[in-house]
């Protein structure tokens, strides 16, 4: 997707500039016009001469620079100027600006970039060039090198055949080749790589028959657009202009000709001549081809003692190492539920970021390295064969743009896709929605659920349809009256029970339907503790509606998708809904965020995740599963860790899922500014101090009687005892059902 740059982003300049790289733009004097394609980058002398409306913020670098397409939906216009400003440190972005003349703006974009091209199934990059583009020079090399007799010959050559013929003789197998370049792109299109007679007979034949329909040139044209060039990851890398990419980070038609000879030798054998790999052979095979061309008189005794001096790349460009493979399996799942064809070739725009799916991927693998070599259960699990596996998926909440996704911590060994596909039981991850619906009802005395009513956490039997069912919490112990937040923080089950059988259970299923879960759920008391099977995709929908304040919006993944003559064939249409009050939401939140303060998620901040965020771990009766969805007001994300197998793991939410959680926030959400939850206006935040050792009836901290918390209430809330009039901290009721 675009990516977006906006003033107060933690964003290093190295991320700007490698972009601005990989598009090849050209470099301007300070100044000078600036035209599509092209950027400047000014000191901050000149930063401070041109922009304005900075106050005292001391300025570093600043980068100026015109996008070189239009973005998707958008038709071809020129692109404003658009400058990025960081502070000092070159870390920060201090403002961002646009137009003619330049003024202060919103945001600015960067256009997408493909990250991924397939032919069929099959990983493939391709760029088409027309024969007129291609320089004389690598069409020369290619000649020179392959296939000297290419514009005489009618598609076979019988001296070529001979030599080979020869040394089948003596060898007893093939052990050259006779193709010439027609017979190669028969062999591309229609045949095998084998090296015997068998296939080499209908080549012969297919050779001749192309010959007949095609041209020199259309043939010519072919073979440099489709032959295998080399590896980039995953991706094949095929024909002369990915190459050109692939090899120099440029365009074909800029190649010179020393450049064109590592092309053209490189064909023969992309992995022995491997410039990058295999200096010594790449760089005996560029040479050979230079002679090569010497001797057919395609170059002069100077262009060849000069090309001869040149040195060889000297490192790979970015590789492409398929960062998202769960997340195109996806997608062209959904373009298939549509009916989207892509037998004609298709263009995809959509929501994945590349910053965001590398995290994702680092805090997946290193998480699951961890707990493989660090936890005694899990090492013998493994040693066993047993292999752990995860799930990482975020979003941006306003939007629903899912921005990573992780399906397991490997596509080739299980291209199982976890995230969407699998549905595992949920455990606490279900308890903010019975929370939300207490804030919806009125408890026992007529009045609204808030943050301190106290509810019962005491051992119970509920009957029902002819069962019994007693929760029990997972250490055993019961606390009595506790508050609501206390509740959620601690993940307390026969209080949350208790409480979701008061307010009604198809009133729990009713909301979590509103926030966006769609799997099927039954009334059942166990419902109150998530005994029951969602989709992570679930998870992260309706996580990110708590985010959004209420506002459910679907997740997405295409954006855009057009045929390859660019007509359009879908485009997203995805408007929020409010399906909660704001208002109830937003006293949620501000118990969640409790959950990473000094509840079961406190993990994430030991581990140096600071930003405010809100969040809930879940771990199933059995320790089959563990979760933590969590979310900042800018980034949502849900982890999942367990067995294919359903096999008994040990983990909970905090030890399993929030500490992938912790390192892909760190690695990613710090992007944006640590800005607090907003607050809807019928609401307000207030700093309450909680007597623990009596309104709970337990000491657990010998050291603090009293904990003071920031916890969020419809404005009007009564407490008893009410505040004093300029109190700074509201005081909890000190007695056990004062509410």
């Known amino acids: 997707s675009p990516s977006i740059i906006r003033a107060g982003y933690n964003l290093p300049i190295d991320f700007v500039e490698q972009f601005i790289r990989r598009r090849r733009f050209i470099a301007r004097p300070f100044k000078k016009a600036i035209d599509e394609g092209e950027f400047s980058q ?72 493909l990250f991924a091209q397939y032919y069929g199934d099959r990983p493939i990059l391709r760029e088409e060039v027309p024969l007129a583009n291609a320089p004389a020079q690598c069409l020369n090399a290619l000649l020179a090198i392959e296939d000297s007799k290419f514009l005489e010959h009618s598609g076979i050559s ?5 030599r080979a013929g020869w040394s089948i003789i003596r060898h007893r197998r093939v052990t050259q080749g006779g193709s010439t370049l027609t017979q190669q792109t028969v062999k591309n299109f229609f045949l095998t790589e084998e090296r015997k007679l068998s296939r080499k007979i209908p080549e012969f034949f297919m050779a001749l028959l192309l010959e007949g329909r095609l041209d020199k040139d259309r043939i010519l044209e072919i073979y440099i657009n489709t032959i295998y060039m080399g590896q980039n990851g995953v991706f094949e890398v095929r024909g002369f202009g990915s190459a050109a990419r692939h ?7 800029d190649l010179d000709l020393p450049q064109c000879a590592l092309i053209a030798g490189v064909l023969n ?92 991927f680092q805090a997946v693998r290193e998480g699951l390295d961890r707990l493989e070599t660090k936890d005694k259960k899990i090492v013998k699990l493994k040693e066993q064969g047993k292999n752990l596996e995860a799930v990482l998926l975020s979003s941006d909440p306003a939007t629903g743009f899912v921005q990573a996704l992780v399906g397991g911590r490997g596509f080739k060994r299980s291209p199982y896709n976890r995230a969407f596909d699998s549905q595992r039981q949920v455990g606490s991850v279900m308890k903010p929605f019975v929370f939300l619906t207490a804030l919806e009802a009125l408890d026992k005395a007529g009045k609204p659920y808030n943050s301190l009513t106290l509810i019962d956490d005491e051992v119970f039997t509920h009957k029902y349809a002819g069962q019994t069912w007693s929760p029990r919490n997972y250490d055993a112990k019961y606390r009595g009256q506790v508050p609501l937040y206390y509740a959620l923080k601690e993940s307390l089950n026969a209080a949350t029970a208790r409480l979701g059988i008061d307010i009604g259970l198809g009133n729990i299923v009713d909301t979590a339907k509103r926030m966006g879960i769609q799997s099927k759920l039954s009334d059942f008391p166990a419902l109150t503790l998530g005994a029951f099977e969602l989709h992570p995709w679930e998870v992260l929908q309706s996580y990110g509606a708590i985010a959004n304040l209420g506002r459910r919006v679907p997740v997405v993944f ?34 969640m965020e409790q959950v990473l303060i000094s509840g079961t998620g406190g993990a994430a901040r030991a ?36 067995y294919d197998d359903n096999t008994p793991h040990g983990l909970t939410g905090s030890s399993g899922a929030v500490p992938i959680w912790a390192k892909y926030m760190l690695a990613y959400a710090t992007t944006f500014p640590p800005t607090p939850f907003p607050v809807p206006e019928g609401n307000e935040k207030l ?20 904990e003071p918390i920031e916890l969020i209430f419809r404005k009007g809330t009564e407490f008893s005892p009410p505040p004093p009039p300029d109190a700074t901290a509201t005081p909890f009721p000190y007695k056990p059902g004062g509410n």
Not at 158 to 162: N, T
Not at 345 to 357: E, S
């Open 42 to 113: 000014w000191n901050s002398e000149q930063c401070a001469s041109v922009l304005t409306d900075l106050g005292d913020v001391v300025l570093g670098k600043c980068i100026a620079f015109r996008n070189s397409q239009s973005l998707p939906g958008e038709e071809p216009v020129t692109e404003p100027l658009q400058v990025v400003a960081f502070e000092s440190d070159n870390r920060h972005v201090a403002a961002t600006y646009s137009g003619s003349p330049l003024t202060r703006s919103k945001e600015v974009v960067l256009e997408p970039e």
């Open 158 to 162: 019988l001296s070529s055949i001979a």
């Open 247 to 253: 090899y120099f980070g440029t365009d074909l038609q």
């Open 607 to 642: 581990m140096g995740f600071m930003h405010p965020a809100a969040g809930k771990t879940g771990t199933t009766n059995d320790k089959k599963d563990a979760w933590f969805g969590g979310f900042t007001p800018h980034h949502n994300a849900v982890v999942w860790v367990g």
């Open 687 to 706: 700093l309450v101090s909680v007597d623990l050792q009596n309104a709970l009836g337990i000491l657990p901290n010998e050291n603090q009687l009293v």
């Open 558 to 591: 295409v954006l855009r998708v057009e045929d390859l003559g660019g007509d359009l064939l879908f485009e997203v249409e995805s408007e929020p809904e409010q399906t909660v009050a704001p208002e109830n939401v937003s006293q949620l939140i501000g118990m």
């Open 269 to 360: 054998s992309p992995g022995l001549y491997d410039p990058f790999n295999k200096p010594e052979n790449a760089l005996k095979r560029r040479n050979r081809v230079l002679e090569k061309m010497r001797e057919l008189n395609f170059i002069d005794q100077e262009e060849l003692t000069t090309a001869l001096a040149t040195p060889l790349p000297s490192k790979p460009q970015r590789g492409l190492t398929e960062p998202a493979p769960y997340f195109v399996q996806t997608v062209r799942r959904i373009l298939q539920d549509k009916g989207i064809d892509e037998s004609e070739g298709l263009r995809i725009y959509t929501t994945l970021d590349l910053r965001a799916q590398e995290a994702a």
